[in-house]
């Protein structure tokens, strides 16, 4: 097995995350799923720094909280839940603020506008968006970062299914280019369409592995308390 880049060891955070550890490869995509209050969100925000628990987190087999702040910012991007936006700052300017561990460079930033198909709103205040609209603003500043770690929170939340299919490519690509991604979700048909999944309950970890060998009816009736079955749902590609 190749050696992580990402090592977690018993992360633990109240009753919100209890002993969870792993460790992800360079280049992997993983969905982290899991009811609501399962943990999804506590783990991205404790991985990303933003929440302090127990336990030990490494990067390129580093201390993670001992790496300095603008590194850090050049090391890992998170994307949270919410789209909310406070202050009415043109698109492009939200989007370069994704460089700001880079001396706010402004690299990556075109690139980043046209991946998530919103150079025709770069002019616009942010605040004035329709929810799917700044869901694809943060997505790019995400990018922008060209961070080699990006834990992503419901990236495709709000999406329509056109952007959530292009949202599942670029991360493919980036993965394709040796990032490493995390990625919340709920729709478990996508979780099939990553390298591996992460299932949360209840603050533990009660899965981890390729989705086939993880994502069994037996795991998804006792986790989701849902029946699931075999058989393929309706599948939707990009033409
Ligand atoms: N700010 C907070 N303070 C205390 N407890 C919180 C806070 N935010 C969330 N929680 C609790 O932590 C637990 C995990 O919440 P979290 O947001 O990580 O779940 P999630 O799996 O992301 O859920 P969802 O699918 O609803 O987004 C829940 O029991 C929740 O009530």
């Known amino acids: 097995m190749l050696t992580p880049v990402l090592e977690a060891e018993g992360l633990t955070l109240g009753t919100r995350l209890r002993d969870v550890s792993f460790g992800l490869g360079a280049g992997r995509m993983v969905a982290v799923v899991g009811p609501n209050g399962a943990g999804k969100s506590t783990l991205l925000q404790v ?12 990067w390129q087999g580093r201390d993670l909280a001992r790496i300095p702040f603008l590194e850090r910012g050049r090391s890992l991007s998170w994307l949270g839940q919410e789209s909310h936006a406070e202050f009415a700052f043109p698109v492009r300017e939200v989007v370069a603020q994704g460089r700001h561990a880079w001396g706010d460079d402004g690299q990556g930033v075109e690139a980043a506008l046209d991946a998530l198909d919103i150079r025709h709103l770069e002019a616009r205040p942010i605040t004035e968006l329709s929810g799917g609209e700044r869901r694809r603003v943060f997505l790019a500043r995400a990018l922008a970062t060209g961070a080699p770690l990006q834990l992503w929170d419901e990236p495709a939340a709000n999406l329509d299914v056109r952007h959530a299919l292009e949202v599942l490519r670029l991360a493919r690509d980036l993965a394709g280019a040796g990032s490493t991604l995390l990625v919340s979700l709920h729709d478990l048909r996508t979780a099939f369409r990553f390298d591996e999944v992460m299932v949360l309950d ?15 009816p037996g795991l998804i009736g006792s986790v989701f308390r849902v029946k699931a079955s075999p058989a393929q749902g309706l599948a939707l590609e990009l033409p």
């Open 47 to 58: 991985l990303a720094g933003l929440l302090h628990g127990h336990g030990r987190i490494r």
């Open 202 to 216: 209840q603050g533990r970890m009660v899965g981890f592995g390729p989705p086939e060998a993880i994502l069994t």
